[in-house]
């Protein structure tokens, strides 16, 4: 505040500046207004070149003496820099000299800075554009603006590279359509890396306009390409497919294969969220076969990452984990090696859900961690949003609800702040799973609904599937079983039909639980003896929740008088609990992991690990 008045009261000192200034002499006053051209901060050796009139540099370093006397500079402890008194004196002194000569000056400015090496690029950049702009020079202005925009976002300096992507753009001529097209894609990119959609679509109408005006297929092919990803970022999947359809149709006219494989990977990523995998499945090895494995340049082994990455995320979801772990550390090794930090990321998250699929909760929290630390680093507020999502689940696996819910809540907030249903509807669903786990039903069923319809809206099959999963136990806590068992019952349903076998036996074991509490033994027999027969032929790998399954059997099984099958499904149960509690290093942790979820207490009360000495026995 006392910083304000006191800048305040020497703006009103306008006058009085240019009176005392005006006292000096002229040699001191040109030095001055010189150094007011360089900016509010300068340095000798710059002074000396710019300098219009021939003079030693005694005298300059004489003339500098006298104008921190009179109080209009100081010394900046930088090499051997001055800087003025207070910007008030700097911007009386710049507006003191003619407009022809500051002109001048600048552009002088301007070519001096340009012969000198390149010590900090981004300043360099930008303080080159801004001379050059003064100059009255646009070309050369426009120039090093849009290098300091590129450079600014190569670095993940997101706003200031917007900044000089929006100055570029008010250089560039109106009538430089690629130009001006190419300003615009790059700031779009900016604005969807940090969710700001309604810039976004601004700029892709405008990116549109272009294509259409020049009538060129490649920028359209282009501009559909980046409409699929602002679509599907909206969870608008019907749209997003129509544009990257659009996007191959037009790359292919001109024989662009970079454009026609990113919009087929696009594709894949499309089909992949409507539950379609052999689908998705066949666009990611069209690209594989469109780009090969001996590909030199960056651009292409990039690409092929994708399609890999694409490719493990299929098998992810029919809970192939061995074949979908091999390919996303094939595609992280190419992405690490090509520094594409936010590539790597994506690869890093996904090796840590399918390490969590297999119930190794730290393994996969360290790829978590690692994969928002990078995405932190880029600046990606999608993918910061994702990995936080996943360190919830661990948490939430580990019985570390309240952890959990602030993760999630925290997802929530961002979401709906920035307007991302997708990120929505995923906080939502995991929050409506974090308040069953705490008995919170009714809480838990809102969530769970609201998360479904944002879902059904999107067409995610495989997220309906999941989130009728979760609505159905928080329906069962709440004693309605007949709602539980429809919402089971759907989801079964989506899930054989997209190929989900394994996650279709957490939907018949909850339909046999439903099914013992109705007295219905019959109907619990045939889940129990369908889930019984598929694992017979297969591991519990692929579940979500296969200690629940095994002991929904137990007590199936129990009901049905087979008390030796049933103590066979109680020992799955407890050694795959004991695992898994193995693989907890910090001993607090393992201790709540066992004994803090009311399930696992149950599987070690059926197993006779009472105390803790058998359960420490165990683990050794």
């Known amino acids: 505040l006392v910083r304000s008045r006191g800048l305040g009261d020497v703006y009103k000192r306008q006058p009085l500046i240019h009176s005392r200034f005006e006292r000096l002499d002229d040699c001191a006053r040109l030095v001055a207004r010189v150094g007011a051209v360089i900016g509010p901060l300068f340095d000798c050796a710059s002074l000396l070149h710019i300098y219009p009139l ?107 590279a917007i900044r000089y992507f929006g100055q570029a753009l008010a250089l560039a001529d109106e ?30 109408e405008a990116m549109d306009r272009i294509a259409e005006s020049l009538e060129s297929a490649q920028l359209r092919a282009l501009t559909r390409l980046r409409w699929g990803m602002y679509f599907a970022r909206l969870r608008d999947h019907s749209r997003a497919l129509g544009a990257v359809r659009e996007a191959v149709k037009w790359s292919r006219q ?87 930090w936010g590539g790597e990321a994506y690869s890093l998250n996904n ?31 999608h993918g910061q949003m994702g990995a936080t999502h996943n360190l919830g689940t661990v948490a939430y696996a580990l019985g570390d609800y309240a952890t959990a819910q602030d993760l999630f809540d925290c997802n929530l907030t961002a979401s709906r702040s920035v307007g991302d249903p997708n990120g929505e509807a995923l906080a939502l669903a995991n929050l409506g799973m974090a308040y069953t786990a705490q008995r919170d039903y009714a809480t838990a069923r809102e969530h769970c609904t609201g998360a479904l319809a944002l879902f059904r809206r999107s067409g995610d099959k495989n997220r ?35 190929g989900q076998q394994a996650p279709a036996n957490d939907n018949r074991a909850g339909l046999a639980r439903l099914a013992l509490i109705r007295d219905d033994l019959s109907t619990a027999q045939t889940q129990a003896e369908t889930t019984l027969a598929w694992l017979a032929d297969n591991d519990p790998t692929g579940i979500e929740n296969p200690l629940l399954v095994y002991h929904t059997l137990a007590n ?14 109680q020992q799955r149960a407890y050694c795959l609990l004991m695992s898994r509690a193995q693989a907890i290093s910090d001993p607090e942790r393992c201790h709540s992991y066992l004994y803090e979820i009311s399930l696992h207490r149950e599987i070690l009360k059926d197993a006779g690990a009472r105390s803790t000495n058998i359960v420490g026995q165990s683990l050794q």
């Open 54 to 160: 021939r003079i030693a540099a005694s005298e300059l370093e004489d003339a500098l003496v006298r104008l921190q006397s009179a109080g209009f500079l100081a010394s900046a402890y930088v090499g051997h820099s001055y800087r003025f008194a207070h910007a008030a004196y700097h911007e009386a002194i710049y507006e003191s000299i003619p407009p022809a000569q500051r002109t001048e000056l600048h552009g002088q400015v301007a070519a001096y800075l340009e012969s000198r090496p390149q010590v900090n690029p981004l300043a360099w950049y930008g303080q080159l554009a801004f001379h050059y702009r003064r100059s009255q020079d646009r070309q050369r202005a426009l120039l090093y603006t849009r290098r300091a925009g590129e450079y600014a976002a190569a670095r993940f300096a997101n706003a200031e």
């Open 175 to 204: 009538q430089a359509g690629q130009e001006r097209w190419e300003l615009l894609a790059a700031r779009e990119a900016l604005y969807d890396l940090i969710a700001q959609v309604e810039q976004q679509r601004a700029d892709l």
């Open 254 to 340: 001109v024989g662009d294969l970079s454009t026609e494989t990113r919009a087929l990977l696009d594709w894949g990523y499309l089909l992949l969220n409507q539950g379609d995998f052999p689908r998705a499945a066949d666009r990611f090895g069209r690209v594989l076969n469109l780009i090969p494995e001996t590909a030199s340049d960056s651009r292409s082994q990039r690409v092929r990452a994708e399609a890999l990455h694409g490719e493990g995320t299929v098998a992810f979801l029919l809970c192939d984990y061995p074949a979908a772990q091999a390919s996303f550390q094939r595609a992280a090794a190419i992405r690490r090696a090509h520094a594409d």
């Open 351 to 381: 090796l840590g859900r399918v390490a969590f699929a297999r119930g190794d909760y730290e393994t996969a929290q360290g790829y978590y961690q690692q994969a928002l630390n990078l995405w932190s680093q880029v600046g990606s507020w």
């Open 464 to 498: 309906v599937g999941e989130t009728l999963t979760y609505l159905a136990e928080a329906l069962e806590g709440l004693g309605d079983t007949a709602g539980a068992d429809a919402a089971h019952r759907e989801a079964l349903t989506i899930r054989l039909e997209i």
């Open 556 to 569: 199936v099984l129990e009901k049905m008088g087979k008390r030796e099958q049933a103590q066979e499904m």
